[in-house]
């Protein structure tokens, strides 16, 4: 059955990727006075914690449940930090936030001589501080750039960010590790519905982004990947994924990461949904902050 909004929305609504949509909330943003525009964006960010309209959000079930399931992978990958890989990858802040929760995550390993987290950004470390937006459509820098991190390890667990499930060069890499499942366990994180992935063929490939998800979606039920696309809603500023989807991916990067080191490590345990409800706390003391 469909749900109340989409009985009301119209097929062109429904078949808009929701990262790409307008949000009701900011959509007199640019006509609001300084304190108005801060109350607007404060209203939205509370769509990462409430969720938006009837979809799952990051505190819902279903997606927890899935963010343990990647908490007990990345567990059984620290078992031999020396062979195993975790990679996290992205383009744009995706790739920034990849290359902040790498290089925080490594310092946390006990007596690790070499890294066992890694980033790709499309573009490479150039990218880290200058945009490189034609390096996201290539397929096959995506895959060259993963082989070359993980050539020596034997198993890699990768993380491909993506909020709009729409980058070919992150699709490119979750592609690549479907078709070698005896080294590569796949990860997708994204924001909008599986069903919203990208249609259109990429460049130098016969797929698209929406055929890969598909591939994700049949083995996540054997167990051989995992789809995290919780819905946090639009952005304030349309299509603008640097803002809240940029907040949630670190904070259930950070949470699931943080859980299985303290489990591994057998440290005081917190859950994934007691990290992300202190993420909240932290958004309500901010909150307070506006005032005239």
């Not at 990051?58 to 007990?72: E, F, K, Q, W, Y």
């Not at 917190?270 to 005239?292: F, N, P, R, W």
Request: proline share 3%.
């Amino acid at each position: 059955m469909a749900s109340s909004w989409q009985q009301l929305a119209s097929p062109s609504e429904q078949d808009e990727p929701i990262t790409e949509r307008s949000n009701d909330i900011t959509e007199n943003i640019d006509t609001s006075s300084p304190l108005g525009i801060v109350r607007q964006l404060r209203q939205v960010d509370a769509q990462i914690f409430t969720g938006w309209r009837d979809w799952e959000g990051i505190l819902d079930d279903g997606v927890l449940n899935t963010a343990d399931r990647v908490t007990n992978a990345v567990i059984q990958f620290l078992e031999d930090t020396n062979n195993n890989a975790v990679v996290l990858s992205g383009c744009g802040t995706s790739g920034r936030l990849a290359f902040v929760i790498a290089k925080t995550f490594n310092r946390l390993i006990c007596q690790q001589a070499k890294p066992f987290y890694h980033y790709i950004i499309s573009g490479g470390d150039k990218t880290l501080l200058k945009s490189g937006e034609s390096e996201e459509d290539s397929w096959s820098n995506g895959v060259h750039s993963l082989e070359k991190i993980t050539e020596k390890a034997k198993k890699v667990l990768f993380i491909g960010i993506t909020c709009g499930l729409s980058a070919p060069f992150v699709a490119a890499q979750l592609d690549h590790c479907l078709k070698h499942p005896d080294k590569y366990t796949p990860v997708l994180l994204g924001f909008n519905l599986p069903s919203m992935a990208r249609t259109t063929k990429v460049q130098g490939s016969d797929f698209s982004f929406k055929d890969v998800v598909d591939n994700l979606l049949e083995q996540e039920t054997k167990g051989r990947a995992f789809l995290l696309t919780p819905i946090v809603g639009p952005e304030a500023i349309a299509g603008s994924t640097r803002l809240k989807s940029g907040s949630a991916t670190k904070m259930l990067l950070e949470a699931i990461l943080m859980r299985a080191h303290q489990r591994y490590y057998r440290q005081r345990k917190i859950g994934v949904a007691e990290s992300l409800l202190s993420y909240m706390v932290v958004y309500s003391h901010t909150s307070l902050q506006c005032k005239d």
